[in-house]
Nanobody, 130 residues
Framework: QVQLVESGGGLVQAGGSLRLSCAAS????????MGWFRQAPGKERELVAA????????YYVDSVKGRFTISSDNAKNTVYLQMNSLKPEDTAVYYC???????????????????????WGQGTQVTVSS
């Protein structure tokens, strides 16, 4: 059972920055693609960013392109989400998730569906004030 623990959320003014961290309980990144999702009140959970197992490919939802950066540090079993130029509409609970890569050929893929992710963190609140 993989455990994911997010940290780094908080309250920030519009235009500010936060860096979220997601620490895994084992050498998760040796066989997992990782994603950051968010869910705002009254809205569905959406994928914000994802990184492939290989680390070569990333995905970003259009609303965060150019502002957010996903990265991973395999030595620390940690994935990050650097969030810059934050907007009030970025306010949400942010979740880290892990997708086990079954086939080696899929190591460069970035899963975009919630149903593809096998493990989830508990979430961290990000609030952006105007």
């Amino acid at each position: 059972q993989v455990q994911l623990v997010e940290s780094g959320g908080g309250l920030v003014q519009a235009g500010g920055s936060l860096r979220l961290s997601c620490a895994a309980s084992e050498r998760t990144f040796n066989r997992y693609a990782m994603g950051w999702f968010r869910q705002a009140p009254g809205k569905e959970r959406e994928l914000v960013a994802a990184i492939s197992w290989s680390g070569d490919n990333t995905y970003y939802v259009d609303s965060v392109k150019g502002r957010f950066t996903i990265s991973s540090d395999n030595a620390k079993n940690t994935v990050y989400l650097q969030m810059n130029s934050l907007k009030p509409e970025d306010t949400a609970v942010y979740y880290c998730a892990a997708h086990f890569v079954q086939a080696i050929r899929d190591r460069v893929r970035t899963p975009e569906s919630q149903s593809q992710y096998d493990y989830w963190g508990q979430g961290t609140q990000v609030t952006v004030s105007s």
